[in-house]
C-alpha cells in the first residue's frame, strides 16, 4: 500500500499479533515444563569465557573425557541420555521434557493463535464494513436533510422576492401619488394669492379663504404621512434584503455542504483520490449540532417570514393611506370647489344688485337733471314777467300829483311783483335743493359702480382664474399613485 510523501500509516485499533506475543511460548502449552538447566541453548558458549566442567553421567557418575583433554573439547552426553530424550512414553518418567511434547505444544498454541486470528480478521472486516456501510448511510441521511433544508430557504427566498418585488411596486406607487399631491397644493396656494388681490369690502375671510386654507393643511399632512410610510417602506425592504441576504448565504453553504457530502456518499474503497490522513480523527473544526445547525435554518426562515408578514402589512398600509388621502383630498377640493360657486353666485348677486341700484340712479340722476333743466328754465321764463311788472311800476310811480293813486292796478303790480320774487326764490331754492341731490345721485353712482367694479374683479379672480385652474385636479387613479 502507497503511503504519502512525509506520512504514516494510521493506528490499527484491532488487536495485533506481533513477535511480543511470543516472547514466552511456554505460556500457550498445557503440559508442565521439562526443559533441562543444561539444555542445548543454554550451554554454547565459547570455552573461553567459561570454565570447563567435565560432563557426569547421570547413572554411573563416570566423567567423560579426560581431565588432561583439550580446553577446546564440547561437553558430550551418554547413550542413555540420548534415549531419554528421544523416548516419547517416557514423558513423565523423564526429568528433562523431549523434543516430541515440546513441538506438539508449540503446535497447538499455533493452531489456536491462528484459528484467534482468523476469527479477528472476521470479525474486524465484518465491522469495518458494518461500520462503512452505517457511515454511508448516516451521509446519505444528511444529505437527504441538506436537500430538505435547501428546498424550504429556496422555496422562502422565492416568497421573500416575490414579496419584496410587490413592496417596492407599492413604494413607488407612493411616491407616485406623492409627487401628484404637489399639483393641487401649487393650485391651493396659487388661489390664495390670487384672492389676495381683491379690493375693498371683498378682501374679507370668507368661507373659501378658510376651506382654502385648509386644503392646503389637508395636503400636507397627506404629505407628511406618505412621506413616513416611504420612510419605512424602505426600511423594510432593507430588512427584506437582510433576510434575503442570510437565506442565499444560508442555501450557498448547503449547497457546498451537499456537494462534498455527495462526494463523500460516492467513495468507495476502490475510489481514486483516498489517501491516509494520519490524525484527522482529533481535528474537529465543527460548529454546530445537528439541532443547532437546523435551528440555523429554521431561524433564517421564520425570520424571512416575520419579514415577510411585515412587507404584507405594510403593503396593506400603503393601499390604505392612497385610498385615505386620495378620497381626504378629493374631498376637500370638492368643498373647496363648492365655496367658490357659493361665493361667486354671492357676488354675481350682490353685483346684480348693484348694477340695478346703479341703472336707477342713473335714471334718477337723468330725472333729476331733467328737472334741474325745467327749474333753470321755469326761472328764465320769470324773468321777462318780473321785469314787466316791475317795469310797469317803476312807470307809474312817474304819474303826476294825485294820480299816484293805490288804485287796484298798483296793488296788483305789487302783488305780482311780490309773488313773481317769491316765485324765482322757491325755484332758486328747489334747485338748489335739486342740484344737491343730484350731488348725492352722482356721488351714489360712484360708489356703486365702484362696488360694481370691485365686485366684477373678485368675480374674475374666482371665477376665471381659481375655478378655471382648479378644473386640473389630478383624477382619483393619479392621487392613488397609478401611472398612465
Known amino acids: 500500500m502507497k503511503v504519502r510523501d512525509g506520512g504514516f500509516l494510521p ?65 558430550k552426553f551418554s547413550p542413555e541420555d540420548w534415549h531419554r530424550r528421544n523416548q516419547k512414553n517416557n514423558i513423565k518418567k523423564a526429568p528433562i521434557q523431549d523434543h516430541f511434547a515440546t513441538s506438539d505444544a508449540f503446535r497447538a498454541s499455533s493452531e489456536r493463535l491462528r484459528a484467534d486470528t482468523y476469527a479477528l480478521v472476521q470479525e474486524r472486516d465484518q465491522l469495518t464494513a458494518k461500520n462503512q456501510a452505517h457511515s454511508t448511510k448516516n451521509i446519505d441521511d444528511r ?62 375671510h370668507d368661507a373659501v379663504e378658510i376651506q382654502l386654507n385648509q386644503e392646503v393643511e389637508v395636503i400636507r399632512f397627506c404629505q407628511e404621512k406618505m412621506k413616513r410610510l416611504i420612510a419605512r417602506a424602505e426600511r423594510q425592504l432593507q430588512r427584506n434584503r437582510d433576510a434575503q441576504h442570510e437565506l442565499d448565504k444560508d442555501s450557498h453553504d448547503k449547497v457546498s455542504a451537499a456537494s462534498i457530502d455527495n462526494r463523500c456518499y460516492q467513495l468507495k474503497n476502490i475510489s481514486a483520490g483516498i489517501n491516509y490522513f494520519r490524525g484527522i480523527e482529533d481535528v474537529d473544526r465543527t460548529q454546530t449540532i445537528p439541532s443547532s445547525w437546523a ?94 311788472a316791475e317795469t310797469r311800476l317803476d312807470e307809474r310811480t312817474r304819474r303826476p300829483n294825485l294820480e299816484l293813486c293805490r288804485d287796484p292796478a298798483q296793488l296788483m303790480l305789487v302783488s305780482e311783483v311780490k309773488q313773481l320774487q317769491a316765485t324765482l326764490a322757491s325755484l332758486r331754492q328747489r334747485l338748489d335743493e335739486e342740484q344737491h341731490q343730484l350731488q348725492k ?44
Not at 28 to 51: E, I, L, V
Not at 187 to 201: F, H, V
Open 295 to 388: 435551528k440555523f435554518s429554521d431561524d433564517n426562515i421564520r425570520r424571512s417570514q416575520a419579514e415577510r408578514n411585515s412587507s404584507t402589512r405594510m403593503r396593506e398600509e400603503i393601499e390604505t393611506c392612497l385610498a385615505e388621502t386620495s378620497n381626504q383630498m378629493w374631498s376637500q377640493w370638492n368643498r373647496v370647489n363648492v365655496a367658490f360657486t357659493h361665493r361667486v353666485a354671492e357676488q354675481v348677486d350682490t353685483k346684480n344688485t348693484l348694477q340695478s341700484h346703479l341703472n336707477r340712479t342713473l335714471q334718477e340722476i337723468h330725472d333729476v337733471e331733467t328737472t334741474i333743466k325745467r327749474l333753470h328754465r321755469a326761472i328764465a321764463d320769470k324773468e321777462l314777467p318780473v321785469k314787466v
Open 11 to 75: 493506528n490499527i485499533n484491532a488487536q495485533t499479533t506481533s513477535a511480543d506475543t511470543y516472547r514466552n511460548p511456554s505460556q500457550f502449552m498445557k503440559g508442565p515444563k521439562t526443559f533441562a538447566r543444561n539444555g542445548p541453548s543454554s550451554n554454547y558458549q565459547s570455552s573461553a569465557t567459561k570454565s570447563y566442567i567435565p560432563p557426569v553421567s547421570s547413572q554411573s557418575g563416570i566423567i567423560v573425557g579426560d581431565k588432561s583433554a583439550s580446553p577446546y573439547s564440547v561437553k
Open 143 to 204: 444529505a437527504n436533510d441538506i436537500d430538505f433544508w435547501k428546498s424550504e430557504l429556496r422555496h422562502e427566498t422565492e416568497l421573500l422576492i416575490s414579496e419584496t418585488s410587490s413592496l417596492s411596486q407599492q413604494k413607488k406607487q407612493l411616491e407616485r401619488a406623492l409627487a401628484e399631491t404637489e399639483s393641487p397644493l401649487g393650485i391651493s396656494k396659487e388661489c390664495l394669492y390670487n384672492r389676495d388681490k381683491r379690493e375693498g369690502i371683498d378682501l374679507v
Open 441 to 484: 345721485l352722482v356721488t351714489a353712482r360712484s360708489k356703486i359702480e365702484h362696488e360694481i367694479r370691485t365686485k366684477a374683479n373678485s368675480i374674475f379672480i374666482d371665477q376665471d382664474k381659481c375655478m378655471s385652474m382648479r378644473k386640473t385636479f389630478p383624477t382619483t387613479p393619479r392621487l392613488s399613485g397609478y401611472s398612465y
